[in-house]
């Protein structure tokens, strides 16, 4: 069974960091990317960076040269490093596989970022 267990949340104010932890079921993590998710309320989840097992990295133009994701292969660990915070970042973060057969069915619980003005 896939387990996603994410941390690091909170509520930060503006301009300030979060480092944000996914640890993964060995299973998903050893042989796929990995990627960091976020939904807002009333709108669809979609991928905000993506890892690759060898390391290449791919971020949406919303967090570009504002966020960093990197992986720990030993500990399947996923992590994000999120700078430069602003308010449009507050979401549920969520990690999960990046993959043609799309993102695993089953989530782990999320972390909420929320960033005051």
């Known amino acids: 069974q896939v387990q996603l267990v994410e941390s690091g949340g909170g509520l930060v104010q503006a301009g300030g960091s979060l480092r944000l932890s996914c640890t993964a079921s060995?299973?998903?993590?050893?042989?796929?990317?990995m990627g960091w998710y976020r939904q807002a309320p009333g709108t669809q989840r979609y991928l905000v960076a993506a890892?690759?097992?060898?390391?290449?990295?791919n971020y949406a133009a919303s967090v570009k040269g504002r966020f960093t994701i990197s992986r720990d292969n030993a500990k399947n660990t996923v992590y994000l490093q999120m700078n430069s915070l602003k308010p449009e970042d507050t979401s549920v973060y969520y990690c999960?596989?990046?993959?043609?057969?799309?993102?695993?069915?089953?989530w782990g619980q999320g972390t909420q970022v929320t960033v005051s003005s």
């Open positions: 999960n596989r990046v993959s043609n057969y799309g993102p695993a069915p089953s």
């Open positions: 060995r299973s998903i993590f050893s042989i796929n990317a």
């Open positions: 890892i690759a097992v060898g390391g290449t990295t």
